[in-house]
Every structure is written in C-alpha cells, then in structure tokens.
C-alpha cells in the first residue's frame, strides 16, 4: 500500500471516528470514558496522518 492511499484510509477512519464522537455527545447519558477513548484515536489518527503526509 502506497503512502498515500495509506493516508486516505486513515483520514477516512478519522472522519468516521469524527462522527461517531459527535452523535455519542449528543446522546443523553453518553459514556464519558468510550468518549475519551474515541477522541485519543482520534487525536492518534490525526497525529499519523500529519507525520506521513510531511514524509510524502
């Protein structure tokens, strides 16, 4: 898999990871902890996605 499409999988997954945190917040009662977890993949997706695309 080339860098790229490696890059456009993981912002893909990102933007997914996205929604799914916005509709968890939104939801009464939402687990504080699975949220945190989503936002540090999140946060570890995009640090990934910016350290490949400065080596592209």
């Known amino acids: 898999m080339s860098v790229s499409a490696h890059v456009t999988e993981l912002r893909k997954k990102h933007e997914s990871l996205s929604k799914n945190i916005e509709i968890e917040q939104r939801s009464p ?20 996605i910016t350290r490949l695309s400065e080596q592209a």
């Not at 009662?29 to 995009?46: E, F, N, V, W, Y």
């Open 29 to 48: 009662g939402s687990d504080t902890l699975h949220l945190a977890q989503m936002k540090r993949q999140k946060l570890r997706l995009k640090e990934e």
